[in-house]
């Protein structure tokens, strides 16, 4: 869904950076071959992760929900020359289909991929991280909070992305339509927080920007 009207929408990916030939190229492709691509961050918001993660310039990133590749790559573009990016994804059929574009970019070997449900992988992660992407099952996302709250350090970032679920959280709740009321709950957690600072950033699918104080 488009928030702002598609002449806006055309101007602002107009005036940003493009993305690489090889970010362009594993869009096309997932276009092309892979089922869901709209779940793919695409050009405007991965350039959006990219600038975010140069400002951080992160030791240490975690992204829960791989798919196919292509936001791990963007947030990796800011890592430090040691930094590690862990990405988690239980879709192990993607894997190639990832793997095949990281091999191409510098940042393969910066990359670990955990093939696995991420509420069972992320309590045995043993790490201290600087940035964390939360881009899974909607539902999980205040227990996926919940688990890495920990292992962030404090003045860490936690983006949480598709918080406006195509606007329905601003719409009366059908109360059969639990994947709505598990975004809702989440934004809601997250702003009556005190150990966080946020701000919602209605780019795309609504992206939630979480400090840790
Ligand atoms: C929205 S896509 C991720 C898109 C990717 N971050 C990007 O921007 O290109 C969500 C991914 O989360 C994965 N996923 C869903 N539930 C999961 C779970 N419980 N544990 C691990 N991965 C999960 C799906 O297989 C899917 O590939």
Not at 150 to 157: A, Q
Not at 167 to 196: C, H, M, W, Y
């Amino acid at each position: 869904m488009d928030f702002l009207p598609q002449n806006i929408t055309t101007y602002a990916e107009a005036y940003t950076s493009p993305e690489s030939t090889l970010l362009h190229q594993l869009n096309r492709n997932t276009r092309a071959r892979v089922m869901a691509p709209r779940m793919l961050s695409g050009h405007m918001q991965g350039r959006l992760l990219s600038m975010i993660s140069c400002m951080i310039r992160p030791r240490r990133i975690l992204e829960i929900g791989t798919y196919t590749g292509y936001s791990a790559l963007c947030l990796a573009e800011g890592l430090t020359d040691d930094g590690q990016l862990i990405t988690i994804d239980h879709n192990e059929e993607l894997e190639d289909f990832a793997r095949s574009y990281w091999r191409q970019s510098p940042f393969e070997n910066k990359i670990n991929f955990q093939i696995g449900l991420a509420a069972d992988i992320l309590p045995a992660l043993n790490e201290t991280f600087d940035l964390v992407f939360i881009d899974a099952d909607k539902r999980n996302n205040s227990l996926y909070f919940d688990l890495i709250f920990d292992k962030l350090r404090p003045g860490g970032f936690i983006l949480a992305d598709n918080v406006l679920w195509s606007g329905k959280v601003a719409e009366p709740l059908n109360p059969s339509d639990q994947d709505t009321a598990a975004v809702l709950a989440f934004n809601q957690k997250i702003q009556d927080d005190v150990r966080v600072e946020n701000v919602l950033l209605p780019v795309r699918d609504g992206i939630m920007v979480i400090r840790k104080l």
